[in-house]
């Protein structure tokens, strides 16, 4: 059974770090790029981060660019969201997803396998 799961989110002040997880289970963990989506109440999921299979290859969205880091641990089957300088503006609910394909498109939701339950980001002003 192919299961991911996200954790560490959470409440923060503007400002603050937190470190998202993605638990991956059920397939080979190398043959498949992992994205960071996330969605804020009224409005639609955005694709904010990826990591490409294989060679993991790492993109972000300008939203994010210089703040977040993703990386991953083959040992662990998981992937990791490091997010500095957290704004209010970063509130929503975070999600990762699986994706076979050698890309990691970060507009194209649909084109993902694999999605989490997702975890509450909060960040307070």
């Known amino acids: 059974e192919v299961q991911l799961v996200e954790s560490g989110g959470g409440l923060v002040q503007a400002g603050g770090s937190l470190r998202l997880s993605c638990a991956v289970s059920?397939?080979?963990?190398?043959?498949?790029?992992i994205g960071w989506f996330r969605q804020a109440p009224g409005k639609e999921r955005e694709g904010i981060s990826c990591?490409?299979?294989?060679?993991?290859?790492?993109y972000y969205s300008d939203s994010v660019k210089g703040r977040f880091t993703i990386s991953s641990d083959n040992a662990k089957n998981t992937v990791y969201l490091q997010m500095n300088s957290l704004k209010p503006e970063d509130t929503a609910v975070y999600y990762c997803?699986?994706?076979?394909?050698?890309?990691?498109?970060?507009?194209?939701?649909?084109?993902?396998?694999?999605w989490g339950q997702g975890t509450q980001v909060t960040v307070s002003s």
């Open positions: 997803a699986a994706i076979r394909d050698w890309g990691c498109p970060l507009g194209l939701m649909a084109e993902y396998d694999y």
């Open positions: 059920g397939f080979t963990f190398d043959a498949y790029g």
């Open positions: 990591i490409r299979r294989n060679y993991r290859t790492t």
